[in-house]
Structure formats: structure tokens, C-alpha cells
């Protein structure tokens, strides 16, 4: 077992990439390429407030990930449910979201448990597609925490699906990921994806 009592891990974000000033001009560009007049008093501040959007959009907040030495030997499936997800698919730059369920079955230590919706916002925040997001939290968790096993499922509205193309308004794409026990064994998978399910 860890002696560790406590320990933080502080996940710190690479750090803004968004050029601002480019996503103006660009914003500015794309109004005109639109027909439209980015000088109208509607749309003068438009281009900024894109920018800023999309700055707060693809930027994660930082945190700590605190985790505590699992001293009752807890050794059932731990699940967050309906996380809220907001992240920007990267084949159209529009929004899908959604709710991520997130579970661990712990091994020697376990986590805070508002920091699971913290790992989901560190990979949505990002130009995204679902796939990817759910395998890159799974593995993650997986690499930071080292539990026994590790159960990711987000449920999301694709705006560029309800909006356009299909107009499938409503419709859900669900994704998975798992490690581990999760992954290899029948029942655990099982018992994850009955909870991930009453959840709803
Ligand atoms: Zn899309």
C-alpha cells in the first residue's frame, strides 16, 4: 500500500494556442466571405467575441488532481455520472455535448471525486471528435491513477448532425472506452455499463 497520504498532481495546460488577434482578422475575413458586413454596428463586435469564444472554448481550465491513499481497501466500481461535456467537433468547428459517465474501480489509491469532470473538460476543450475524447480520458485515468480499471461512456448531440447534413435533431451518439478489468472482465464490464445506464 502507498504511505503517501495525500498527493496532488498539478495538470497544467499547454497553455492557450489561439492567436486572438488572428481569429479576429480571420472572423472578420469569414463575415465578408459570407456576404455579410463585419462594419454594421451588429456585427462590429462580433469578430472579438468570436475570439474570445474560442479562446475560453479550447482553453481547459488547470487543476490539481488529488488522490488518497485507499485505506478501507475500497474495491467496487466508483462512477461519476452525466458530467456535463461541451467541446467543438473538428470537422465543422461546431459544438456537441453531452454527459461523459466515468468510472474507476480503484487500486491503491483513489481520487477526488469533482476532478473526474475535471479530466473530461481538460480533453473536451479541445477540437475534438467523440471517439477520440472518450479513449483520451480513459487513458488518462489509466496512466495517472492506475486503478484496476478504468470505464468511460459519453452520450452527445452533434450540432453539425442536427443542424445540417442529416438534421438527425435529437439524435445520440454514444461512445466507449475501457481498461483494464473493465475492459477484460465480463461482469465488471457488465456492472459499469448497467450503472452507466440507470443513469440516464
Ligand atoms: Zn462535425
Not at 479576429?24 to 459570407?34: N, P, V
Not at 459517465?101 to 475535471?118: E, F, N, Q, T
Not at 488518462?140 to 459519453?154: A, C, D, K, T
Amino acid at each position: 500500500m502507498n504511505a503517501v497520504p495525500m498527493a496532488r498532481l498539478r495538470v497544467v495546460h499547454e497553455g492557450s494556442r489561439v492567436d486572438r488577434a488572428g481569429v479576429e482578422q480571420a472572423a472578420t475575413d469569414l463575415l465578408r466571405a459570407l456576404g455579410r458586413d463585419p462594419d454594421s454596428p451588429h456585427l462590429q463586435e462580433t469578430p472579438r467575441r468570436v475570439a474570445a469564444a474560442y479562446a475560453e472554448l479550447l482553453s481547459p481550465r488547470d487543476f490539481d488532481l488529488t488522490t488518497f491513499p485507499n485505506d478501507e481497501g475500497y474495491d467496487q466500481l466508483v462512477l461519476a455520472h452525466s458530467i456535463p461535456v461541451h467541446s467543438l467537433c473538428e470537422h465543422h468547428l461546431l459544438p456537441f455535448h453531452g454527459v461523459a459517465h466515468v468510472a474507476y474501480l480503484p487500486a491503491d489509491r483513489i481520487l477526488g471525486l469533482s476532478k473526474l469532470a475535471r479530466v473530461v473538460e481538460l480533453f473536451a476543450r479541445d477540437l475534438q471528435v467523440q471517439e477520440r475524447l472518450t479513449q483520451q480520458v480513459a487513458d488518462w485515468l489509466q496512466l495517472h491513477l492506475e486503478p484496476q480499471g478504468v470505464g468511460v461512456v459519453i452520450e452527445a448531440e452533434h450540432m453539425c448532425m442536427s443542424m445540417r447534413g442529416v438534421r438527425a435533431s435529437g439524435a445520440v451518439t454514444l461512445t466507449s472506452a475501457l481498461h483494464g478489468l473493465l475492459r477484460e472482465d465480463p461482469r465488471s464490464r457488465q456492472e459499469f455499463f448497467d450503472l452507466a445506464r440507470s443513469s440516464r
